[in-house]
């Protein structure tokens, strides 16, 4: 079977900064074909493997059968010194991107005449959502034969990606340890498999793509921001909408410099009023408390048998500190009349002068080093609820807020993302495929 199916090198060209990885606007991807059987049928899965240079040290980033695997060799040597694997989460959704190709209608009709000759051989543009967004996808002309394309061009309004047919490439094979990883991480879940009839489609002729454009010529769209993207007439990008603005960034925990939120502001940090033209923007707070405090307290007293070492790194030691005291739940053991008093204060004025909220109720968040800590920390800490960034609750950083308000995309002024708690904090940037998880867009959408 894999004779007959192309390997393919897929390289991404991402256009936010936010986006990049390792410090890399522009990375390859390198995708092989492995026979399968999905629901009784053949079909198609795809391993892969990315590597990045950063700080000296080599990234390497690999799919096989179903699992992800992560090895960091300290400057570019074979002896690995980190290694490990990925929830399945964190994965490029290659095969299903491939599945979303074999449902692509024309957006030749959109564009005036000639635009897409000029983006596109023999006018084939293709366009097909995926992931919540759109994207435009045109064929490559073979230079040695007309009636065989080379590949495909995906385009983006965040990543573009370049596709072409490998007749040969190697063969990615698991590491020695993989059933003991697999059972530690699980193995990647796709929708369906690529049947193979869709695997041969993205190998097909340039007169086929034609007649594909044709067939779909009367479909309906509404595709013109991603076609206006790639044309150049692109004006959805994010900008000021007015005079520039001096940001005061107040951090929560883990600051080891204060600046001013006390009785004492010697370096005259606020001032001594807010103009009323301030717009206020919050970050997964907790209006309500944190039962990470309530589990901080509860290790410190103890009542707790077991105590997850990484989990106290995370909310620090014991006694609890002020600021980590004074988030006990509202109404909670650890809580107290006064205490619960300024939480009803900061909710009113919260409720009352916020102009845009971040909160979270997903602790998967972006791939990080962090990303397992939180992951952790929601598991053990005793949440009130599910919906939780592995620290705060969904209904602690919207609370007095109306969630009607909420929605899931950046572009939404009340996000409901799926980042973890330091996620939030906009340190890792933005997902590629997730729309869901992309705080620097959002906040630079704000202002």
Known sequence: MNSTQPSLRLTFQLKPKAMHIHDASTFDVLATPVPTVWRGENAVAYNGIASFEEDGDTHEYSLVDGVAYYTRRPGGKATATESGCLPSHVVPPIDTVLSAIHDARTATYLLPPGHADSKCPG?????????????????????????????????????????????????????????????????????????????????????????????????????????????????????????????????????YKDYGLTDDDPANYFGDTLDLTSTWVGTSGPLEGSMGSNYLYETCDGALTVVVEKVLDLLGNCPPKPGRASLAYQGSNYSNPKLDKDFASAQAAYASNISAVLCSKNHTGLNTIQAAVYSLAAAVIPHKSPLNDGVVEYQSCAKGLDMDKFAGTSNSTFYVSGLNHVDTSFRNGDSLFSDSKRPVKWFECLL
């Open 123 to 255: 006018g084939s543009m293709l366009v097909f959502p995926f992931a919540g967004e759109d994207y435009v996808l045109c064929s490559r002309l073979s230079s040695s034969n007309w009636f065989q394309d080379d590949g495909f061009q995906i385009f983006g309004s965040h990543l573009d990606i370049d596709v072409k047919y490998e007749q040969s490439a190697p063969t990615i094979v698991p590491r020695r340890d993989a059933s003991s990883v697999a059972a530690a991480c699980g193995s990647v879940s796709f929708e369906r498999r690529i049947a193979l009839s869709v695997s041969n489609m993205v190998k097909r002729s340039l007169l086929e793509w034609g007649h594909r454009s044709l067939r779909a010529e009367e479909t309906e769209f509404s595709f013109g921001d991603v076609v206006n993207a790639i044309t150049g007439d692109d004006d959805s990008t994010c900008k000021c909408k007015g005079k520039r603005r001096a940001c005061v960034f107040v951090a929560g925990l883990k600051s």
